[in-house]
């Protein structure tokens, strides 16, 4: 069965750094891309960017260029989502997903719920 | 970057309504177009791929149309159960993009 396990909800303080993380199971974690997906309370769906843990190729919404880095480790089938300098608009739900090139997502994540707050 | 325009952003129907969701592409886009189904506090969920592929285990209430720039969701036989938020999802080029969705209230 194909899984994709988020770590737990974090509340962190404005400036404060954060990493996120999305164990996949049940697949050939490297055959696959790998994305993030942002939901801010009551909103739509933003798509953020993806990895390819095979060779660690990976692409960015313009949107989300410079503000977040996406990254995996393939020996442990992990995908990571990472702040450096959380802001209090990073609140949000993010959700990993997983993805074939050019095609649909297939697979998502159950969320993991930031909070930024002072 | 590939921009879709949902409409209507919000519909209040009646069980056993028929529903029509439109999603517009700023570009051609031929088939990559899927749609998802979101239920509140629940991770989205695939309706249709390729603008008109069903998915296994989806009710067959749910179509898809399409293909350029104009989709098309269908709900057919609205159930009080299709409450929901529903979005488009295109694959055609990165980076990959969401509609702003559309949320079903059933009266």
């Known amino acids: 069965e194909v899984q994709l396990v988020q770590s737990g909800a974090e509340v962190k303080k404005p400036g404060e750094s954060l990493k996120i993380s999305c164990i996949g199971s049940g697949f050939t974690f490297s055959n696959y891309w790998i994305g993030w997906v942002r939901q801010m309370a009551g909103k739509g769906l933003e798509w953020m960017g993806i990895v390819y843990p095979g060779d660690s190729e990976i692409t960015y919404s313009p949107s989300f260029q410079g503000q977040v880095i996406i990254s995996a480790d393939k020996s442990i089938n992990t995908a990571y989502l990472q702040w450096n300098s959380l802001k209090a608009s990073d609140t949000a739900m993010y959700y990993c997903?997983?993805?074939?090139?050019?095609?649909?997502?297939?697979?998502w994540g159950q969320g993991s719920l930031v909070t930024v707050s002072s | 970057e590939i921009v879709l325009t949902q409409s209507p952003d919000f519909q209040s129907v009646t069980p056993k309504e028929k529903v029509t969701i439109t999603c517009r592409a700023s570009q051609s886009i031929g088939s990559s177009l899927h749609w998802y189904q979101q239920k509140p506090d629940q991770s989205p969920k695939l309706l249709i791929r390729y603008a008109s592929q069903s998915i296994s285990g989806v009710p067959s209430r749910f179509s898809g149309s399409g293909s350029g720039t104009d989709f098309t969701l269908t709900i057919n036989s609205l159930d009080a159960e299709d409450a929901a938020a529903y979005f488009c999802y295109q694959s055609y080029s990165l980076p990959y993009t969401f509609g702003q969705g559309t949320k079903l209230e059933i009266k």
């Open positions: 997903m997983r993805s074939v090139a050019g095609s649909t997502i297939d697979y």
